[in-house]
């Protein structure tokens, strides 16, 4: 199995910026196709927020674009998203999920992200 675990969520002010980072241990050798960050608000379904692909392919939700940067960490078996001009919308629990060739995904159980006005 593999765990994931979330951190760097918290509250900021409308404008500021965050960095969660999402950490992978157990058996995590082998290849992920896909890594990414999803979010749920209150209320709301969950969504994709941000994903890269083991080509360095980048994906973004377009009511994230240009403000926020998913990349793989400086850690090893990591994966951060950079969330720069936060709005009070993107208040979430941020969840990262980390996708096998063969289908099976890891989810990590989430961070708590609030952006104050």
């Known amino acids: 199995q593999v765990q994931l675990v979330e951190t760097g969520g918290g509250l900021v002010q409308a404008g500021g910026s965050l960095r969660l980072s999402c950490a992978a241990s157990?058996?995590?050798?082998?290849?992920?196709?896909?890594k990414g960050w999803y979010r749920q608000a209150p209320g709301k379904q969950r969504e994709l927020v941000a994903q890269?692909?083991?080509?360095?392919?980048?994906d973004y939700a377009d009511s994230v674009k240009g403000r926020f940067t998913i990349s793989n960490g400086t850690a090893r078996n990591t994966v951060d998203l950079q969330m720069d001009s936060l709005k009070p919308e993107d208040t979430a629990v941020y969840s990262c999920?980390?996708?096998?060739?063969?289908?099976?995904?890891?989810w990590g159980q989430g961070t708590q992200v609030t952006v104050s006005s």
């Open positions: 999920r980390w996708t096998r060739p063969w289908g099976q995904s890891f």
């Open positions: 157990g058996s995590i050798l082998g290849s992920f196709i896909r």
């Open positions: 890269i692909t083991t080509t360095g392919y980048t």
